[in-house]
Structures are given as structure tokens and as C-alpha cells.
């Protein structure tokens, strides 16, 4: 009879006469898991390969090109960073290095209060390789409170958190065996030599021999603790996959989201910009870019006619009574700008969503069931005092406008509701051109939620169900959910392969409950109604500068700024050329006619790089046969010779249409 069972994620079982390692079960199931192995999951709990198995566990290889496997491998080939950085600088403090997406960073103080430089990376590269070349094994050690400290006497921040764990807290990287600080007095190390060891839970591949596919990305000032009174700390930021193939291709991805940059783009098309002298977050929208913007709403407010939405407009202030009702004031107060205190020392708020003002609208008469579902949407413009620090270009503002809809049904309309919702949503994003989704379900924050534990199950179980019904990968997110309620939110996938979090739609049982919402139904009695809520840009900012990242600026035509630029090749050619752009104008396109005070070449690449989708240029031929030369953005040659009217005709039906760049003819 076997000592030792133990289940495999397939709901196979592996039998040994003995415990044996995570490694040896990769082992007896083959050695290319053996090659790729880096750590295991054992009852759901990470642990190295050294790790003996229990009989009965359910145990998870983890290969080194899963997420898992690649946490492992940054969280290795942080500590290697620290262990060169004390080689390199003795005397340094080390204090954190997690692993964050897609990467991993280190902070350390360095002695005589010095920098590090973005020269400093490439000789602290050659040092990790070294230690990497010196297959160093990570070795696993628990340790008593005391122990621990006198382990890293003259490391005060690793004894800060030695310190924290002593008192009940759970700190990052340094309770043992996965288990909460508050129940083991103890810490975890990993030792490399005898020369360095660190403080963390782990687990960590076996040696260090393991790594090599990493790079060091740049220098940061960083605070401890994340707090600006503390000491301010030197980070340095890296990745690291598991094969050059790996780190090539994310190296790749990282130029192509520098060559896509919102920031970068909207400054260099002339779109939008953020005024010192307006403050942080704010952004104002020059006239290329509130054009881009207008046609967005304008689709989207065509849509939502074509739907069934209501259009309502609220104030951008209120008194503090409506978001003390809402409960915003108690859960969100942290992210709202202060008040204002006006008539008599009433205070008023900014107002940091749109929910409450649309509720006011339902409340405002008596409401019967005949008229449910009853869809209420605007662009409205709310503010969030965003932390400096995390405010970023068009997508983390502090004043944005959200195309908020709020729409109330019965218990027994809710199904159907959220599936056609769900199916809007999708449709509208699509025709933007985004198209590769997947769908999160986000559930009931332990800490921070109002209402019953069966109102949620049942929201939740709703959104699921509507979820489900897309067709659509469906992860979870637990205790994601608002204060109020359940929320699925649609995840998309932009041209480089980054994830986005686009449209939301949350059901609420709580906020018609707090306002004492009611309709009238069939049977005259009193009911309460269902609320949803739903942002399908999330915020027009936000939406505006994904969608140029997707585009890498180059927007569809129906979408630019400026669709024709027409030149003619010398001044006598500008009368002609007014001819033409007056007949595209006739059918609604945009264009512009710029003078021939410059060389050609000079205009044809000025009108490039702001991407302008046709640039025509107009000659002595085509004066005389009516026709253009038609400059098609993304195509290497002309078209000589164009009708204009077949030219116009093709734009036309291209705009109306609303084709995407790749389906333009």
C-alpha cells in the first residue's frame, strides 16, 4: 500500500512508498515539467520544489511560463538584485522587492544618502549575472522574532517589518509557511551564501542558476512605506521571463506603448492638455481633440436614442444631505474633493458620481409599473480628488465626464435587462473597434458593503447569469464589488495586447432601498424597483486616450479630426483645389485646403504626422480632368488620377459605414 497519494489537477493521483518533493512528483510525471518546474501549489498554498508533500494533497506544478511561474521567477531575481546592490554598495538598507505586473522593483537606501543613475543599471546587470553564474540555492529558514532581528541588526527596515509582524501585523514577505503574522511569531528567510539572505514567505525557484532573462528598466524616488514623511528611498525597477523569446517580445510590447502614449500623441496631434495653471488632472480639449470627442458622444447619444435611453442633466454640485443618504459620504468621502460651505453654512460637494441626482429624477412624481424600465443617461461630469501621485495623463483625472445610464426595473424585468445591457454594451464597444473581451465579476467586499449577504448572492448570481450569456470568458474578482453592489465589467484588449477595464455594470439593491424608492404596481400595491447602474466609455477621458493607443493616433475616418487635407502643387493650383475640398465638404467631410507657400514634400509629411487620413494633391493634369492624387494614409504609393467624384462617393460610404483602418478599401 502506498505511503503517500497525492492528487493532481486533473483529478489523477500519484502514489509514492515515501514523501517526496514537489520536484521529484514533476519528475515521475516527465521531464519536460521537471525542466519547466519553478514552484507548486500544495492545498492552494505556493511552496518551493523542496517542499515534501503530505499525503492526500492536491499539488499544482507551477511552470515557469504561467503568471504564477513568472511571479516566482521576479520575485527570485529581486533578491538577486538586492544581494548585487549590497556587493556593489556595502552599507547599503534594502527594503522591499515585490513583484508587480509584469516585473518587479527593489527599494534601498544607499550610504552617504547617494543615487543611483540609469548608468549604475548595467554594472549592477553584470553583478546579478555573476551571482546567477554562481548557481546560489535559495534555502528556506524560519526564524523567532528575536532571532530575525539580531539576523539583520543594521537593516532598519527589514527590522521595521520584523518589528510589525512581532505586533500582530501581516506584513508582505515575512510571515512563515503562508500563514497570517498574527498567528505565528515567527519570519521566514531565504538564504543565498553565506554573505546574503533576505526576509520573505517565498517560494523561490531552487537556484540561481535559474534565472537570466531579465532586464533592469529604470530608477525611481520612492518613499517608504509609500508615505512622503518618511525616508525617501532609491527603486529600481526590472523584468524578468522565462526565455529571451519572452523578455524580447515584452521589450517589444513596452517600445510600442511608448510609440502609443496618449500623453505623447495628444501633445504631438494637437489634441488635449493639462494647464499647470488649471491644477493637476484637469484637461482641457483643443479643437482637434473636442472634435474627436464630440463625435463620440454624438454616436453614442445616436445609440442610446435608438435604444431606448431618456436624456436627463444634473448639476455638478449638491449639498452633503444627498451623498450622506447615498452612503457616498460614508464609503467614498476619501475620494471626493472637500466641501464648500455656502448658504449659511450648508456645505455642498463636487460631485464624484451621477447616481444619486438620477434617483432624484425617479423620485420627482409618483412612478407605475406601466412605465418600467425606465433608462435615464447623460454625459455627466464628476470629479475625484485622485492622489498626485496616481493621476496619469487622460486615464486617472479628477474631472472626467462619464456616459452614465441608471436604469430601473422590476425584480421581475432584471434578467432581461442586464442580457440587453450587456448585448448594447458590447455592440457599442465593437464599433469603436475593440473586439477581443473578457468579462469580470466583481463580489462583496467583506469590509465595505451595505445590505444583506442574500440580497448580494442573489445580484450577484443575476450578473453571472448575464455574464455567462456573452458567450465570453467570465473571471471572478472576489470582494471587487462597489459598497452598493455586484458589479461585471468589461475587460478589452487593445492592439498590443493590454488589458483595459472599459464598460461596468453594477445592480443595485441598496441605494433604491436608502432613497425609499417606489413604483406602483399592477396589483396598486407599493414596490421597490431594481437599479442599474452602467458607464459604458467609463469616462469619455478615459475612452478617448484608449482609443488612441489602440490606434497609435491613426483613428478611423469617421473619427478624424480631419478626414481630407487637400494641396495643390503650386499657388495656381489653389482655386482647384478649394473646388474640391468645397465638394467633399458638401457631403459632410472634413477638410481643409493648406497653401502652397512651402515645397510639397514639406506639406505631404507635416500632414502625415498628424494622421491625416487622405492627403490629395492636385496638379496641372488633374485641373484639367477633374481628378486627384490620392495619398491614402498607410499605403506606400499614390493613386494617380482619381475622379473626384469617385473619390467622394468612396469616402462617403467609408464615413457612413464607420469602417475601421484595416477595412478600408
Request: charged share 25%; with cysteine.
Amino acid at each position: 500500500m502506498a505511503a503517500v497519494t497525492v492528487r493532481l489537477p486533473d483529478g489523477s493521483t500519484k502514489e509514492f512508498d515515501e514523501r517526496v518533493t514537489a520536484y521529484q512528483l514533476a519528475e515521475s510525471i516527465g521531464p519536460r515539467l521537471a525542466k519547466a518546474a519553478v514552484a507548486a501549489t500544495v492545498d492552494g498554498v505556493e511552496v518551493d520544489l523542496g517542499a515534501r508533500l503530505p499525503d492526500g494533497a492536491e499539488v499544482t506544478v507551477v511552470t515557469s511560463d504561467s503568471e504564477a511561474g513568472r511571479n516566482v521567477l521576479r520575485h527570485s531575481t529581486a533578491h538577486v538584485l538586492a544581494q548585487a546592490v549590497l556587493r556593489l554598495w556595502p552599507g547599503a538598507h534594502f527594503a522591499i522587492g515585490p513583484v508587480i505586473e509584469d516585473g518587479f522593483y527593489y527599494d534601498f537606501e544607499l550610504p552617504g544618502g547617494a543615487h543611483f543613475s540609469d548608468d549604475d543599471l548595467e554594472r549592477i546587470e553584470a553583478t546579478m549575472r555573476e551571482i546567477m553564474a554562481e548557481d546560489q540555492p535559495f534555502v528556506r529558514h524560519e526564524h523567532t522574532i528575536d532571532e530575525g532581528l539580531a539576523l539583520f541588526e543594521g537593516q532598519p527596515f527589514k527590522r521595521e517589518i520584523i518589528e510589525a509582524v512581532g505586533a500582530g501585523q501581516d506584513e508582505v514577505d515575512a510571515a512563515a509557511d503562508g500563514a497570517s503574522a498574527a498567528s505565528v511569531a515567527s519570519v521566514s528567510t531565504y538564504w543565498n551564501s553565506p554573505a546574503f539572505s533576505d526576509l520573505c514567505r517565498g517560494p523561490h525557484v531552487p537556484s540561481t542558476g535559474r534565472l537570466g532573462h531579465f532586464a533592469l528598466m529604470r530608477v525611481a524616488g520612492a518613499y517608504w512605506r509609500g508615505d512622503d514623511k518618511r525616508q525617501q528611498l532609491q527603486r529600481i525597477y526590472g523584468t524578468a521571463w522565462e526565455s529571451d523569446k519572452a523578455l524580447a517580445g515584452h521589450l517589444h510590447r513596452l517600445e510600442e506603448a511608448e510609440r502609443r502614449d496618449h500623453r505623447r500623441l495628444g501633445a504631438e496631434l494637437d489634441l488635449f492638455s493639462f494647464p499647470e495653471e488649471i491644477g493637476s488632472g484637469l484637461a482641457v480639449f483643443h479643437p482637434r481633440g473636442g472634435t474627436i470627442r464630440r463625435l463620440m458622444e454624438e454616436y453614442s447619444r445616436q445609440r442610446h436614442v435608438a435604444a431606448g435611453y431618456e436624456f436627463v442633466n444634473t448639476p455638478h454640485i449638491t449639498k452633503a444631505e444627498l451623498f450622506e443618504t447615498s452612503g457616498h459620504l460614508d464609503w467614498f468621502a476619501e475620494g471626493m474633493f472637500p466641501p464648500m460651505e455656502l448658504d449659511g453654512g450648508h456645505q455642498y460637494y463636487l460631485k464624484p458620481m451621477n447616481c444619486p441626482f438620477h434617483i432624484l429624477i425617479f423620485k420627482s412624481r409618483q412612478r407605475s409599473y406601466r412605465e418600467l424600465p425606465i433608462r435615464h443617461f447623460e454625459f455627466g461630469t464628476v470629479y475625484r480628488y485622485e492622489l498626485s501621485g496616481v493621476v496619469h495623463g487622460l486615464t486617472r483625472v479628477r474631472g472626467m465626464t462619464q456616459d452614465d445610464a441608471h436604469i430601473f426595473c422590476s425584480r421581475q424585468q432584471m434578467a432581461a435587462e442586464l442580457h440587453s445591457t450587456m448585448t448594447f454594451v458590447l455592440s457599442l464597444l465593437r464599433d469603436f473597434g475593440l473586439e477581443d473581451f473578457f468579462l469580470e465579476l466583481s463580489t462583496r467586499p467583506e469590509d465595505k458593503a451595505v445590505g444583506s449577504v442574500e440580497e448580494w448572492d442573489e445580484a450577484t448570481e443575476a450578473l453571472r447569469t448575464a455574464g455567462l450569456a456573452m458567450d465570453l470568458e467570465l473571471v471572478l474578482d472576489e470582494g471587487g464589488g462597489a459598497f452598493y453592489g455586484p458589479k461585471i465589467s468589461v475587460q478589452a484588449r487593445d492592439a498590443v495586447g493590454r488589458t483595459h477595464q472599459m464598460s461596468t455594470i453594477q445592480l443595485d439593491f441598496q441605494l433604491p432601498q436608502r432613497f425609499d424608492m417606489e413604483y406602483i404596481g399592477a396589483d396598486n400595491a407599493r414596490h421597490r424597483p431594481i437599479m442599474i447602474h452602467r458607464a459604458l466609455f467609463g469616462s469619455v477621458e478615459r475612452f478617448f486616450a484608449i482609443l488612441l493607443e489602440h490606434y497609435a493616433g491613426a483613428l478611423p475616418t469617421w473619427l478624424s479630426p480631419e478626414q481630407v487635407r487637400v494641396l495643390g502643387v503650386r499657388d495656381d493650383h489653389e482655386e482647384y483645389a478649394h473646388k474640391v475640398a468645397d465638394r467633399l465638404s458638401a457631403v459632410g467631410a472634413r477638410v481643409s485646403v493648406e497653401p502652397a507657400d512651402e515645397p510639397l514634400g514639406a506639406r505631404i509629411r507635416r500632414a502625415k504626422l498628424l494622421k491625416v487620413p487622405y492627403i490629395l494633391v492636385v496638379g496641372d493634369d488633374d485641373v484639367a480632368a477633374g481628378t486627384v492624387g490620392v495619398n491614402r494614409r498607410g499605403s506606400e504609393l499614390p493613386v494617380r488620377g482619381v475622379e473626384v467624384v469617385a473619390f467622394t462617393d468612396q469616402l462617403e460610404r467609408e464615413i457612413a459605414e464607420r469602417r475601421l483602418p484595416e477595412s478600408a478599401p
